[in-house]
């Protein structure tokens, strides 16, 4: 991680573990926004005005908060407005990097830096924190201007509305309530889930951990049981992002790596539909890189030592 601007010893994977052995995340540090004519966020902060070709997003195709932002691009349409690069899988000792790995890109060509950490001490040389992805980037300012996968949701579904192509409105004022209210209980049992459970360092936690994601799988699984095709209804909002992000690699990785192996997605009927109507969408399986996925989470030394990457599942029923 960078403290005051310098790289400090080996990239862990472990972020802080609190007395019983608990995962904990840290905080994002870049929180700026970007609104249609520059006026303040939501709730006040700074903001930029959105502009066709000026901000680009730089992600990690195994990363489900970058993934969740390459998403929402996706369905907003807002592809040739917003560009991105993609980082190899593997992480190096220094974090995220460009590289070899198909489909990533093997240099960074908006400053020419080597590593992700690069573009946070271009944007802040005394800044402290985690180099994570994504980074949602200013080509004018050459800074980070947010690096919340929350935030970005948020600022790709409004701020570049009228850029959009597709209209879709991934937070309808009518169903604010309701998304937020799932949006806690995804994050807690399931996106940062399977993390605690991966990460715990004790099998206290572990088993905490992995008993939440199981009865919030179940609960997903109950959603969808009337035959609607999101967990919200008949369109697709903002927490079918964040729920699809941790399903489509919960059979791939999180199941062997991560020793959440109850049960599969696809043992559940439900969900597993879910991940078929969310893939047809035009523009999502794109998103989607199964192989950067098993790649970059079994290129994590303190959980796979030998490196060895699994040759399944088979996720042909997925289309992969
Ligand atoms: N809260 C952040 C979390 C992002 C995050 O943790 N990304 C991971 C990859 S999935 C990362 O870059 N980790 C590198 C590190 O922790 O050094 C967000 O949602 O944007």
Not at 19 to 30: H, I, P
Not at 241 to 252: H, P
């Amino acid at each position: 991680m960078l403290v005051d601007g310098k790289w400090d010893a080996e990239w862990q994977p472990v972020q802080a573990a609190d007395a019983k052995g608990r995962f904990v995340r840290q905080d994002s540090v870049f929180r700026g926004w970007i609104t249609p004519d520059g006026t303040p966020g939501p709730e006040g902060q700074n903001a930029l005005p959105a502009a066709a070709g000026r901000y680009h997003l730089i992600v990690a195709y195994i990363c489900p908060w970058a993934s969740r932002t390459l998403m929402a691009r996706a369905l907003k349409g807002l592809e040739e407005v917003i560009s991105i690069s993609v980082v190899d899988p593997r992480l190096s000792d220094q974090g995220w990097k460009f590289g070899d790995f198909p489909g990533s890109n093997p240099n960074d060509e908006l400053i020419g830096t080597t590593h992700m950490h690069g573009f946070y001490t271009h944007s802040d040389p005394h800044v402290s924190g985690r180099a994570t992805v994504p980074v949602l980037w200013d080509k004018h300012s050459n800074r980070i201007v947010n690096n919340e996968s929350a935030d970005i949701l948020r600022i790709l579904n409004s701020g570049f509305s009228k850029f959009s192509s597709t209209g879709v409105d991934l937070y309808p004022e009518a169903m604010r309530a309701d998304i937020d209210a799932l949006n806690i209980q995804l994050y807690d049992n399931l996106n940062n889930g399977v993390y605690k459970a991966g990460f715990a360092s004790t099998q206290f936690a572990y088993e905490e951990a992995n008993d939440q994601i199981f009865a919030m799988l179940d609960k997903l699984e109950d959603l969808l049981s009337d035959g609607r095709r999101f967990l919200l209804g008949d369109a697709i909002t903002e927490s079918d992002l964040r729920a699809y992000v941790t399903l489509i690699r919960f059979d791939a990785a999180y199941v062997g790596l991560f020793k959440t192996n109850r049960r599969r997605i696809a043992d559940y009927p439900n969900l597993q539909r879910f991940l078929k109507t969310t893939l047809d969408i035009p523009g999502i399986r794109d998103t989607v890189r199964i192989d950067h996925i098993k790649a970059g989470y079994y290129s994590i030394k303190s959980l796979n030592p030998s490196g060895i990457v699994p040759a399944g599942p088979d996720l042909s029923e997925l289309g992969f």
